[in-house]
């Protein structure tokens, strides 16, 4: 067994640990201002396969249990005529030869039907959850992960993007198509709004999930109520940074969203990871 190195040759832990990235802060028009230190959760590795255990757990938890009628199939009237009479043991209807209410006959119980009393939610542990969360955050930093997603992203644009903090006021679609534009990130949006599509008919469009909308951009905002006009760009979503989950980042269990902060969405994210201001 190789003994362990003295404390002196041993490597520095903060040499050891990943260091913060850099980003520049973009201004409404596209041009790069100061540069600021994003959160560590940013320079951590990204883990493929936690983000998709994160985001199938919180997809558990929302799956509503359903199950047959206890008394499907067994509204029948039947009998048994007993051993000996030549015929297989299966229940019949009264004075009829005709079988009912077995699995093996037309109209009859179902063999294993689905229960209300199963649980469906997937358990994940805090630590896990925490290392998705920085993993997704840490995917939206690379490029080919977005590229794989199939976002339109500009060769001269670095990710994730911060924005200053008035983009947090935009109120109307028209300011937000602007701000896209100069950022030319409009290109992923009307991706997005051309592969719209209707379902064909099935369940999805009884229960009124007409259309379906790929995912475009993810804007991170510092609270509740703030740029509302991306709201209703196609594909395009709107979340604080406090309420932001992995799901949020890597739709589908797939990292790499394409997104948007303001500076106070970074700075918030900031205290809610504990970290001290930079």
Do not use: C
Request: glycine share 8%; proline share 8%.
């Amino acid at each position: 067994m190789t003994p362990s190195p003295p404390p002196a040759d041993r490597p520095d832990a903060a040499a050891a640990a990943p260091a913060h990235h850099r980003v520049h802060v973009v201004d409404l028009e596209g041009k790069q201002q100061s540069t600021i230190l994003l959160p560590l959760a940013f320079s951590h590795p990204v883990r493929g396969d936690l983000i998709a255990r994160a985001v199938v757990a919180a997809q558990s938890h929302r799956r509503q249990p359903y199950g047959t009628s206890a008394t499907a199939g067994n509204r029948h009237s039947v009998e048994w005529s007993g051993k000996g009479r030549g015929v297989a043991r299966t229940p019949r209807l009264m004075d009829s030869m005709r079988g009912a209410q077995a699995p093996n006959t037309v109209g009859g119980r179902p063999a294993h039907p689905p229960r209300v009393d199963r649980i469906w939610a997937k358990k994940i542990n805090r630590k896990e959850r925490q290392l998705a969360f920085a993993s997704a955050l840490a995917a939206t930093r690379l490029r080919p992960l977005a590229q794989g997603r199939g976002h339109a992203v500009p060769d001269e644009l670095h990710l994730p993007v911060v924005l200053v903090d008035p983009v947090e006021e935009i109120r109307s679609v028209q300011e937000a198509r602007a701000v896209l534009e100069h950022l030319a990130l409009w290109d992923d949006v009307l991706r997005a709004r051309a592969k719209t599509h209707l379902k064909s008919s099935g369940r999805a469009r009884r229960r009124g999930r007409v259309r379906r909308t790929p995912r475009s951009l993810l804007v991170v905002t510092s609270g509740p109520g703030k740029a509302i006009g991306f709201r209703n760009l196609a594909g395009v979503e709107v979340v604080p940074a406090q309420r932001l989950a992995t799901e949020d980042l890597a739709p589908g269990g797939q990292g790499g969203r394409l997104t948007l902060f303001s500076h106070a969405a970074v700075e918030s994210l900031r205290s809610r990871l504990g970290e001290a201001a930079a």
